[in-house]
């Protein structure tokens, strides 16, 4: 059984095809095939809230690849959910309608909120320790979600319009980072302490820059670091020397900002990087949906 999960970000398009691994108690999944287009529709959206027809074609022939992918891998069942770009373009719901007509394909734009589920639906929360305190970081090309678990359990949520696309187009707000900051400064403070989760692209590849070995936290110290390294190269020569993907290389600075900032913001000394995102928490949902349907 294989199962799809379909992710239409800001800065990037992504299909997970998954295999449904069927244990006496548990069901889990194993990644199988993993493909993701920079199509970077933040930049339309964020600027003109509208996307152009040009990166709307993209996007339809983006999606019509996926459903023939789905189909030559014979995939059972599948999601497709966009979100902040797709949030916040007026053509948003008319390319919903665009694509189930010519890739057929049952897309949903999801609220901050959703996405933030969606996110942490990949029950990371079930491998932290019980009595320690954790904020769940996400941060995407549009938007940054952010989770507070206390005692294995979510005490807090919420979606902020802040992104790495959004700050490179000069579109994030102030209140919204002052919104952010006593979103945790509030719902942290109460801690002793507090440990960080990060998701989302930027951090995974932050990770594998810092050559830290699986499992093991990254430090704020070692985070700043690498954000310090990083800057101090040129675009260009984040790309020719550095070796980042060309989508890559600019975003990963104002994501780095984000999550030092809010880091910084709730005292945090380390960041776990489970290296999972929003189609993790998709097929998981799948599965949860799926699982729920055969015990009625």
Known sequence: MRYAAIDIGSNAVRLLIADIVENEQTISFKKNTLI????????????????SEKKAADLIKTMQAFRNLMDVYKVTDYMAYATSAMREAKNGPELVERIKVDANINLEIVHGQKEANIIYASHIEQNLDKN???????????????????AGKIVASASFNVGAVRILDNQDKEETWTDMHDFVREHTRGFKSVMAIGTG???????RLSQEKDGVPLTFAKLKALYNY?????????????????DRADVIIPACEIYISVMKWAAIKSIYVPKVGLVDGIVQTLIDKNLAKSIQ
């Not at 993701?36 to 996307?51: E, H, K, N, S, T």
């Open 201 to 207: 692209g930027n951090i995974n590849k932050l990770f």
């Open 36 to 51: 993701r287009v920079p199509l970077r529709l933040g930049d339309d959206a964020f600027l003109d809230q509208y996307i």
């Open 230 to 246: 990083l800057s101090s190269f040129s675009l260009k020569d984040r790309i020719n020397v550095l070796g980042l993907n060309q």
């Open 132 to 150: 320690k305190n954790y904020l769940y970081i996400d941060v995407g090309g549009g938007s940054t979600e952010l989770s507070v678990f206390s």
